[in-house]
């Protein structure tokens, strides 16, 4: 009825994102960006999905800015490739938590990750993808999507525990990570961290460039 004629063009604005992103070039392209995530996070939960995943991060992640961050180690998606946080020591990773498969905000995330990956490389950033979907499935969907960076498969969440990053049988009776983005410094410190009301922030890691050259012109001052 009602809630079905509200959320039509709300799906429409996000598949019309979707189709024309590859298309728009400069600031443009990212002016839609919000608008795009919350159309595609309101479609698959609703707001009380939204308000769910505010009040889980609330009490704000285990992990605060300037502490230590936990030993991450989890094998890729497909299997191929294992990784372990405390081996990247001397370079900036920025984890990304993403809520799985199912979710129409991840793809486009998963999306965007594949175009901003090369640039963040260039800043001495790896760019590291989180998700709990798993499998044969999960390996087809990431090559259709056409990922080229590390996505790790984390099937349990418990990397997204390590950091409070959880929302609880949010998905089919099973815990789910929160959208959210960590941005792990050399020395293997947290120096970022978005939280879900922040649509862009975990979404765009372009920001991520903008942090870091704000760091590096405080040290040159």
């Known amino acids: 009825g009602h809630a079905g004629f509200s959320l ?14 590859p298309y728009v070039e400069g600031p443009w ?29 609330l009490g704000g ?18 299997n191929q490739t294992e990784f372990q946080l405390s081996r990247e020591r001397g370079r900036f990773v920025l984890l990304c938590f993403l809520r799985g498969d199912w979710c129409p905000a991840c793809h486009m995330m998963m999306r965007i ?25 999960a390996e087809d969907f990431a090559r259709v999507i056409g990922v080229d960076y590390l996505l790790l498969a984390d099937p349990d969440c418990k990397a997204a525990q390590m950091f409070g990053a959880i929302l609880p049988g949010a998905f ?9 983005s960590f941005l792990v410094d050399p020395e293997g410190v947290l120096r970022f961290a978005s939280v879900p009301q922040n649509v862009q922030a975990f979404l765009d890691p372009s920001l991520v460039v903008g942090i870091l050259e704000q760091r590096a012109s405080i040290k040159a001052a």
Request: proline content about 6%.
């Open 61 to 78: 992640w285990r992990v605060k800015i300037g502490e230590a961050v936990p030993d991450i180690h989890l094998f890729s998606r497909d």
């Open 113 to 137: 990750y594949k175009r901003e990956a090369a640039k963040l490389a260039q800043h001495g950033v790896k760019l590291v993808a989180l998700s709990p979907s798993a499998g044969s499935d």
């Open 172 to 180: 089919k009776g099973q815990d789910v990570p929160l959208p959210a």
């Open 8 to 21: 039509a063009p709300l799906g429409i604005l996000a598949a019309l994102g979707v189709m024309t992103s």
């Open 29 to 57: 392209r990212w002016s839609l960006v919000p608008l795009m995530v919350w159309a595609a996070f309101l479609l698959a939960g609703g707001t009380k999905d939204m308000k769910g995943m505010e009040k889980a991060a």
